[in-house]
């Protein structure tokens, strides 16, 4: 079964589900999530992930959750991934916001989808009880059997107010599938952003390093076999884009490097991960660069670290397929990073710079790893 019609079948499982009065908001949030890891679709996963987390309303002009930014920014430039994550706030908000109660100011609800069911069955019990205590009441009690239903009036009124709010959250979960369903049904396996990243990498490749391409589609292959030696020849067939991209653009050398820390960094055959980094400094003119571009730089290593310790895991241990899949997604990711530095593309590169050129030697001021 192809990466296309996996993500086809399980968006198509989901929507069938929704009807079921016995599946959970939560359970429907989770199988979004499956889709949109399937379809290595970022913005998807950050967005879906603020339903699975106790969020907190930002005040305004604050940077909204740095760490998915900083995903969304392997696919987009950061200011557009700043943009993307203020815009699904903005409806998430809109979505929990719970109908004013007299004399208050208007709220939203920062919870999970899990804590806002679980919330609501709470609620729900509270008023069966109360319910149950009233007909037990002798009839002459009737200043608590009054009191009970003053009770019940409120807790049924938040009860509705925050089903509301699941049939909304409900309703932005099965457009989403609908609108994975047509992609995917239209033959479009990835989401756009991560499509668009991968034909650029297979383009480029296709001249640039066609040794580099061919380990990609073999690890893909390797994937959708789904045993365990063929995920871990996955993990091997990335660590092995990286060192012939490496290759490519920045060839081994004997001279070493001195980093920031004064100790001496190898460039040799085996060192691709150094020498990655060492291109991506040379290529930006990284002397002269400044906050935006060492945070660029910085995010790009802790990638290539994070990558090839995935991919080494390969060599020795068992893998699982979320992992294999992760590794491979993050191999083009990375692959479109140094490709689009070779090419001027990258976000890395400082426009105010006006040295964005390759400089005849690393600078050693710069971290390498």
Not at 223 to 251: F, H, I, N, T, W
Request: aromatic content about 4%; proline content about 4%; overall charge negative.
């Amino acid at each position: 079964m192809s990466s296309r019609e996996r993500a086809l079948e399980a968006t198509r499982r989901a929507l069938d589900l929704f009807e079921d009065p016995n599946v959970t908001v939560a359970s429907l949030v989770r199988m979004c999530l499956r889709v949109a890891n399937l379809r290595n679709d970022a913005i998807g996963l950050s967005i879906l992930r603020m339903e699975t987390v106790d969020l907190q309303t930002p005040a305004l002009g604050r940077t909204l959750f740095p760490e998915k930014v900083e995903e969304l920014s392997a696919y987009l430039p950061r200011a557009e991934a700043h943009k993307q994550m203020h815009l699904s706030m903005e409806a998430r908000i809109a979505r929990m916001t719970l109908p004013p109660e007299p004399d208050k100011t208007e709220e939203v609800w920062g919870g999970s989808a899990a804590t806002l069911e679980a919330s609501v069955a709470m609620i729900e019990r509270r008023i069966l009880d109360l319910k149950l205590e009233s007909r037990r009441l002798p009839p002459h009690i009737s200043d608590q059997r009054l009191e009970n239903e003053k009770i019940i009036l409120m807790l049924e009124t938040t009860s509705l107010a925050r089903r509301q709010i699941l049939e909304r959250t409900k309703t932005f979960l099965f457009d989403y599938l609908l609108e994975a369903e047509a992609e995917l049904a239209r033959g479009q396996t990835f989401a756009g952003i991560f499509e668009e990243m991968r034909r650029f990498v297979d383009d480029s490749l296709t001249e640039l390093a066609p040794a580099a391409l061919d380990e990609l589609r073999a690890g893909e292959e390797r994937l959708l076999e789904g045993s365990a030696p063929a995920l871990s020849q996955a993990l091997m067939s990335c660590r092995r884009v990286l060192k012939a991209l490496a290759d490519v653009v920045y060839p081994s050398s004997v001279e070493p490097v001195v980093g920031t820390d004064g100790k001496v960094r190898k460039l040799g055959d085996d060192q691709y991960v150094n020498r990655l980094l060492a291109y991506a400094i040379e290529r930006t003119g990284a002397h002269t660069a400044g906050e935006v571009f060492q945070a660029g730089l910085d995010a790009l290593g802790r990638r290539l670290n994070a990558l090839n310790a995935l991919a080494n895991k390969g060599v020795h241990a068992v893998v699982a397929a979320e992992e294999a899949q992760a590794c491979f997604a993050q191999t083009y990711l990375l692959s479109a990073e140094i490709l689009r530095l070779r090419d001027r593309t990258s976000t890395l590169l400082d426009p105010s710079d006006s040295i964005n050129h390759p400089t005849s030697q690393v600078d050693g001021s710069l971290p390498l790893l």
